[in-house]
């Protein structure tokens, strides 16, 4: 396997960690060359990705790449990868032999706390989920004129070390919101990381929601980690009242509860199937931080 990660951020990198042993070689784009050193430790040949064109570099080692995946974001202009490295990858990457592609469960919009699943027509609220969408479709179609399968991850709340509310409490941020009847699934990044080795090692296509089995009120697990922590949780405020920022609010207005049926369907075990089981293990082991 020769694996490259367009936008080597936080899911990339730990897809990047548990895939190291089994890949002959690892590339990945940032934006900001400081970033480089810390990409090499995770086993990771650092590329810069300029935004504004496709470099030779890049062009260059794509053509011995065998997986692909896509982790960065669509703007109001599309999907910077499609725009910059379409052309190569459709003409110019021979053994490319799989594509994932990472998006969002935001795709889906409100369904009033029904239960989704991949077969549920996207109807996107906000505008960074209609670009999600636009992407979607763009890589299907870029997918299907190479005839290379895709697989499409869409990614509930993502949290794990460095980014969880033991570390909102700690540092004083943690807020517990309450709209009544509004629940959230969220997904730990080890278990990204586990879906994307298994689709990439199988080759597989499709629309996966990679997302845990327990849709829950924010505040309840504010409320767990505060438990665990021992520590007292912040009051409840209300969300109609609380002052939040337009993109905050925005979240709240999209209530689902989200199935991952279909990729467990294949033989895949999420590490952390709740955030309880995450949460103990996480504050037990101290890989909260």
Wanted: a neutral charge.
């Amino acid at each position: 396997m020769n694996i490259f990660l367009f936008g080597a951020g936080y899911s990339a990198r730990a897809f990047a960690k548990v895939i190291d042993g089994q890949a002959d070689f690892i590339g990945g784009t940032t934006r900001d060359s400081a970033k480089f050193s810390d990409l090499k430790k995770d086993g990771i040949t650092p590329f810069l990705f300029h935004g504004t064109h496709a470099s030779q570099e890049i062009v260059d080692v794509l053509a011995g790449v065998t997986h692909l995946v896509i982790s960065t974001s669509p703007g109001q202009s599309g999907d910077p990868v499609l725009a910059q490295f379409g052309k190569t990858i459709r003409h110019a990457m021979p053994k490319l032999q799989w594509i994932g592609y990472l998006s969002t469960v935001g795709v889906y919009g409100n369904h009033g706390g029904a239960w989704v699943d991949e077969n549920t027509p996207c109807h996107p609220l906000s505008a960074r989920s209609t670009e999600r969408v636009a992407a979607e479709q763009g890589w299907q179609q870029l997918a299907d004129e190479r005839g290379v399968p895709l697989a499409i991850l869409r990614l509930a709340g993502i949290y794990g070390p460095g980014r969880n509310a033991f570390v909102n409490l700690a540092n004083g941020s943690a807020r517990r919101l309450n709209k009544t009847g509004q629940v959230f699934n969220r997904i730990h990044v080890d278990d990204i990381a586990g879906a994307l080795v298994f689709l990439s090692l199988r080759n597989e296509a499709g629309i996966f929601n990679i997302t845990d089995d327990e849709p829950a009120p924010p505040q309840d697990v504010v409320a767990y980690a505060a438990e665990l922590m021992g520590l007292e949780p912040p009051e409840e405020t209300d969300f109609d009242t609380a002052p939040l920022t337009p993109m905050a609010r925005s979240f709240y207005g999209e209530n689902k509860r989200v199935s991952n049926k279909r990729i467990k369907a294949l033989g895949f075990s999420f590490r952390y199937p709740d955030y309880g089981t995450a949460f103990a293990t996480m504050w037990r082991d101290g890989t909260w931080k």
